[in-house]
């Protein structure tokens, strides 16, 4: 009794995610629907689906994941509100497990990345089961650094090396970037802490 094959659901959920609406969708399928009609609210059921699954994953139990490394920054998202597409701050936190395996553990939208943003989203992990990681690789940002601190008061905090790159090109001129590259990448690729402290003071 099934009323669609299970790849136009998966098509129109590819399609959504692709940022495509409700009509762009029904056109997009339209080769592989022929004549069958496919309604806007038959649509708008196959999406919910994706918030039911979002949901799930969203507080799934993170009790026994080995995770001893956290990846934690923001980035920006494009999404559709209120018929617009606009950006949104995102939090995202990407774990490395003892095996080296990494897996994402958390998504967040939210206003902006505050102290209160990153807090909120630290402690949904810690009540999840997710124990206090060995090191956790951050960005510059002063609320996520307090907020580490405090959730995870014995871990560690490394500076991101891509960042830290980042705003040492800023400052620096066009000129100097790649010998600036080249001697960074020395520091942080260096097999020991005594090659490093070399290339550092070189």
């Known amino acids: 009794y099934q009323r669609r094959m299970p790849e136009i659901n998966e098509a129109v959920v590819t399609t959504y995610l692709a940022g495509g609406n409700t009509r762009r969708i029904r056109g997009a399928l339209q080769p592989l629907l022929k004549a069958a009609p496919l309604s806007k609210s038959a649509v708008s059921r196959v999406v919910a689906t994706l ?86 690789i951050i960005d510059g940002n002063a609320g996520l650094r307090r907020a580490v601190g405090l959730v995870w008061p014995k871990a560690a905090v490394q500076r991101c090396c891509v960042h830290k790159l980042r705003n040492l090109e800023r400052k620096a001129p066009k000129h100097a970037l790649a010998d600036i590259r080249d001697d960074f990448h020395r520091i942080v690729y260096a097999a020991n802490a005594d090659t490093a402290r070399t290339a550092y003071g070189a």
């Open 51 to 136: 918030k039911d699954d979002l949901e799930a994953w969203r507080t799934r139990s993170l009790t026994g994941l080995d995770v001893i490394y956290v990846y934690l920054d923001g980035f920006a998202l494009r999404v559709r509100s209120g018929g617009k597409v606009v950006s949104v701050p995102v939090l995202g936190v990407v774990g490395v497990l003892v095996d080296g395996g990494k897996q994402l553990l958390a998504l967040e939208l939210c206003a902006g990345e505050s102290f209160a943003a990153w807090k909120g989203c630290l402690d949904d992990l810690v009540a999840r089961g997710l124990q206090a990681p060995v090191l956790a």
